[in-house]
């Protein structure tokens, strides 16, 4: 029998690291990439303040952090937050096979895109990474702007 786990114990992983980020002054945007039994292969979180790096957004660090592998459609990327089109980009690239949302009311990047070209889109909407977004856009909007790329 083997064991799979739900994608909203998926999700608590990537909150951990969003929660992270925030704790280090950075953007509160975290991400897991999984093996289709529910293995963690990467972890990670938005680092653009810490590494004063603009790429480092949570699913690139997660990524990175699983290591090569020599095919990506049997993974899920787990992310708090809809991914960027620069994270959209990489998913589709490599072809990882499903992504997790775990809300897309404060910032709605590439998923439907995502979707249009076979990749398998899983919007949890939770309350959790809704306020932790919603808080953190209201304390530091200049940083989220920055993060979005939007002047203003």
Same mark, same amino acid.
């Given at each position: 029998?083997?064991?799979?786990?739900?994608?909203?114990?998926?999700?608590? !992983?990537?909150?951990?690291?969003?929660?992270?980020?925030?704790?280090?002054?950075?953007?509160?945007?975290? =991400? =897991?990439l999984f093996d289709a039994e529910g293995n963690i292969l990467g972890r990670g979180h938005n680092r653009r303040v810490q590494d004063d790096d603009?790429?480092?957004?949570?699913?690139?660090?997660?990524?990175?952090?699983? $290591?090569?592998?020599?095919?990506?459609?049997? #993974?899920?990327?787990? #992310? #708090?937050?809809?991914?960027?089109?620069?994270?959209?980009?990489?998913?589709?690239?490599?072809?990882?096979?499903?992504?997790?949302?775990?809300?897309?009311? #404060?910032?709605?990047? $590439?998923?439907?895109?995502?979707?249009?070209?076979? !990749?398998?889109?899983?919007?949890?909407?939770?309350?959790?990474?809704?306020?932790?977004?919603?808080?953190?856009?209201?304390?530091?909007?200049?940083?989220?702007?920055e993060d979005i790329g939007v002047t203003q």
């Amino acid at each position: 029998m083997s064991f799979m786990i739900t994608a909203e114990r998926m999700l608590d !992983v990537a909150i951990e690291q969003a929660r992270l980020g925030l704790s280090q002054g950075g953007i509160p945007i975290g =991400a =897991a990439l999984f093996d289709a039994e529910g293995n963690i292969l990467g972890r990670g979180h938005n680092r653009r303040v810490q590494d004063d790096d603009p790429s480092l957004h949570a699913e690139t660090v997660a990524f990175r952090d699983a $290591g090569r592998r020599r095919d990506y459609r049997d #993974t899920v990327m787990v #992310t #708090t937050l809809s991914p960027c089109w620069y994270c959209s980009g990489l998913v589709r690239q490599f072809g990882i096979g499903a992504v997790i949302v775990g809300e897309s009311r #404060t910032f709605t990047g $590439g998923h439907e895109w995502l979707a249009e070209h076979g !990749v398998s889109i899983t919007l949890l909407d939770d309350s959790r990474c809704v306020d932790m977004m919603t808080s953190f856009i209201a304390e530091r909007p200049q940083l989220w702007f920055e993060d979005i790329g939007v002047t203003q």
